[in-house]
């Protein structure tokens, strides 16, 4: 299924909300996300984080991201994941950023705010 640049604007902050709930508070070290469509119309999610992650954290990150998008662009939807290690030239929508996480927790989980994630 082809994805447009005005769908991901559509549903961002709904995925923006799901990452805040899931997938942000079970890696402490992933430190932004990226989403953006690609000219063939297929997501492209830039996973940026502070140390390499293990590969089961690679694999449950994506796992749950793929979840993501299945539920925001329906079953037939595809994602392309890269991941980084530091900071990168990121492009399309942010997702998460600990600044984005600060935001939306401080107006609406303060209690995140003192846990730290």
Request: hydrophobic share 40%; glycine share 8%; net charge negative.
């Amino acid at each position: 299924m082809r994805v447009t640049t005005e769908q991901l604007e559509k549903v961002g902050l709904g995925m923006q909300l799901a990452v805040f709930e899931t997938i942000w508070p079970a890696f402490d070290n992933l430190g932004r996300v990226f989403c953006d469509v690609n000219s063939d119309g297929q997501l492209s999610v830039l996973m940026e984080w502070s140390t390499t992650p293990s590969d089961q954290d690679q694999v449950d990150c994506e796992r749950l991201m793929t979840e993501i998008v299945e539920v925001a662009f329906g079953p037939t939807a595809e994602a392309k994941f890269t991941s980084t290690t530091g900071t990168s030239a990121g492009s399309g929508r942010l997702l998460m950023s600990p600044s984005i996480f600060a935001e939306i927790a401080s107006k609406h989980a303060p209690h995140r705010l003192k846990a730290g994630r």
